[in-house]
């Protein structure tokens, strides 16, 4: 038996193979084709545009898949929701779809829209949205490059934003939020009720999760005077409590931590001014809770 999961191609699709890669799968791929190829023989994988995975999930065309809240919520798709993964092609961070216009524009809220001309790939979103406002505007499905229609072609879009360095870029201001979006691992209804697959899908959980867990952590370890200990000890955060081993030499101690990496540039000149010595930084791939 083989799960066949929908891998998103385009932006997010170097993000995604590298979060596998610390999962522990190796994903290769030419640029023309659409089946990579994973070291894992129970998994055939597709690349597909991430606004087509959740159509394809709820239809059981493909198991399983990787695809934004935002494309899932466009879709309306029925799907099961897995697990949350929380990056994205540039940072870690959720990206907004919100609703943008010209500087100079006269709309500053959504009831301004009315008789507006709307560009957005998110079509059925945008029309909900719309119509949850009582609002009457004209929705076209856009392509891309939504940015250079602002104010020539159209009177606002609505499109998705990591940074807003794209919009700013354009001259352009965000009257409203959408709403917010994370990649999402979710599977077809069938795929969850199948024993084997609902397994497979739930070992895929548990790594891609440890992958995400460890993203912003790493490893520390050093040693410490003994006399030392309690005093170096409380500059030290860690997820539970630091792991101490004693040394043939009793006058010193072997500590080991998991911390968040954005500590340890402050973090290791002060262990070092306290005494401690040995220190040793390393990444991790996985931390599972």
Not at 110 to 124: F, M, N, Q, T
Request: charged share 20%; aromatic share 6%; with cysteine.
């Amino acid at each position: 038996m083989k799960l066949n999961p929908g891998l998103p191609k385009g932006s997010l699709q170097d993000a995604t193979f590298s979060l596998f890669a610390k999962a522990g799968y190796s994903f290769k791929v030419s640029s023309r084709s659409y089946q990579p190829i994973v070291d894992d023989e129970t998994i055939e994988p597709i690349l597909l545009r991430p606004q087509e995975i959740p159509g394809y999930i709820e239809q059981g065309v493909i198991d399983a898949g990787l695809t934004g809240a935002d494309w899932i919520a466009d879709s309306g798709a029925k799907v099961h929701e897995v697990c949350e993964l929380r990056y994205s092609k540039l940072t870690n961070n959720p990206i907004r779809i919100v609703l943008a216009v010209h500087q100079d524009s006269p709309i500053h809220s959504v009831k301004d829209l009315e008789g507006a001309r709307i560009a957005s790939e998110y079509l059925r979103l945008t029309q909900r949205y719309l119509a949850a406002n009582e609002v009457n505007a004209t929705v076209e499905f856009s392509w891309g490059a939504d940015e250079v229609k602002v104010p020539t072609l159209v009177d606002a879009i609505v499109v998705n934003t990591e940074t807003g360095s794209s919009l700013k870029a354009h001259n352009l201001r965000i009257v409203e939020t959408l709403l917010t979006s994370t990649t999402r691992f979710v599977a077809s209804p069938a795929a969850w009720q199948d024993p084997w697959k609902r397994e497979k899908i739930e070992s895929l959980e548990i790594l891609l999760t440890g992958a995400m867990n460890a993203a912003k952590l790493v490893g520390l370890k050093m040693n410490l005077p003994t006399a030392q200990k309690d005093e170096i000890l409380a500059i030290l955060p860690s997820l539970h409590q630091p792991t101490i081993s004693p040394l043939t030499d009793a006058e010193w101690i072997a500590v080991e931590v998991i911390l968040n990496e954005s500590d340890v540039r402050d973090l290791i000149p002060k262990l070092k001014r306290a005494g401690a010595t040995g220190l040793v930084e390393y990444p991790l791939n996985k931390v599972i809770y």
